[in-house]
């Protein structure tokens, strides 16, 4: 049935009282003389051109009620729907418990009405920062962002994981509709523990480190057995090793005897600034640690994007042997391109900026 407009319907009627015919009424309104006749008996019936009042099932919650589980779902974050159908029936405003799926309907509703869309999202959340550590990450950000990041070292460590043997995995997989995106991984992938460093003029040299699968320690943990992590003694080997004289490269080739290290709030780096002032004494160089690294921001650092541009090529590579894993992480990392380094060294101010307009929350970078 085609919808007539409340103008043609009041139209239908005004020609009507004048003519006293229902056809004459039809014409001049420019519609069927069946649907005519049905408002002019509509206005005889009730004295007005309403719709009918509709059969069906009356609405178990009221807008006060739909307004209540928009906040308690949405807003509030109680818990599931069924947790709001509870707490509506608590406080009385509605009279049994509803179901999970009227509930999500009538949030659904309050939502359009606001102008937005809400939807159900799962899998594990993102870590949310307290307000403590998104003070110390603003007030870090205000104190550099004045900062020349050019002279910095960005230093980090990551596991590199075997999880696709002999399969190749790109970053992106065109498919048709109905089709998903798999592949053979391994339950339990073997992995590649290394740090390394990034700086303007490009990475340091890889390091690797306890943890990395078919490589016994020569380090000894806290129990007196063979480390399976980073050490405190193995960290000053590699800062005496890699990172120090690695940065010493790569800063006097461009005429740049002072620079910073940046390390993350692993409790192994507390020696750092103790070996970096030995370091000094017997190499003559002018090294200083860069202080106050805020706590949960690797989102800060823009290594961490260089360790997920590697991972993705070497999962692309395909490679069937871990042996043949580990050189080609050698290779992709040794093949990185200095502009590529520049780029993310020089992103820094805006990472600073837009941690500020979020008030210290985490920042997409």
Avoid at 80 to 103: D, F, H, W
Avoid at 239 to 250: K, Y
Wanted: hydrophobic share 35%.
């Amino acid at each position: 049935m085609a919808y007539t407009a409340d103008e043609t319907r009041w139209l239908i009627i005004h020609m009507w009282k004048l003519t006293n015919s229902v056809a004459q009424a039809a014409r001049y309104a420019k519609v069927s003389y069946k649907v005519a006749k049905r408002w002019i008996d509509r206005y005889g019936a009730t004295g007005s051109v309403n719709n009918s009042t509709k059969s069906g099932r009356k609405c178990i919650m009221n807008k006060e009620a739909m307004e209540k589980a928009y906040m308690l779902l949405v807003r509030q974050k109680i818990g599931p729907s069924q947790l709001v159908a509870k707490e509506l029936y608590k406080q009385n405003l509605v009279k049994k418990l509803v179901y999970k799926s009227t509930i999500i309907k009538a949030v659904r509703t309050v939502a359009k009405q606001y102008g937005t869309k809400v939807r159900a999202l799962r899998g594990k959340p993102r870590k949310m920062l307290n307000q403590q550590t998104k003070e110390k990450r603003q007030k870090f950000c205000k104190a550099n962002l004045k900062r020349s990041w050019k002279y910095v070292m960005f230093t980090d460590r990551k596991r590199f994981f075997f999880s696709y043997p002999g399969a190749k995995v790109p970053r992106v997989t065109w498919v048709e509709s109905g089709e998903e995106r798999s592949v053979l991984m391994a339950s339990h992938p073997l992995c590649v523990n290394v740090y390394a460093g990034l700086t303007y003029f490009g990475p340091t040299k890889l390091h690797c480190v306890s943890g990395t699968s078919k490589k016994k320690s020569s380090y000894i943990n806290k129990k007196g057995g063979s480390a399976r992590n980073i050490t405190q003694n193995e960290y000053i080997d590699v800062l005496e090793n890699t990172l120090l004289p690695e940065g010493d490269r790569l800063f006097k080739v461009h005429n740049r005897a002072e620079w910073v290290l940046q390390q993350d709030n692993d409790p192994t780096h507390v020696i750092a600034s103790a070996v970096i002032k030995d370091y000094n004494n017997i190499e003559g160089s002018a090294i200083s640690l860069l202080n106050n690294w805020p706590p949960s921001s690797p989102d800060l650092s823009p290594i961490e994007n260089l360790w997920g541009i590697v991972q993705a090529k070497l999962d692309a590579k395909g490679c069937k042997t871990f042996d043949e894993f580990r050189k080609a992480l050698e290779i992709e990392w040794n093949s990185l391109e200095k502009s590529l380094c520049r780029d993310l060294v020089s992103s820094m101010k805006g990472r600073l900026e837009q941690c500020l307009l979020n008030r210290g929350d985490k920042i997409n970078y």
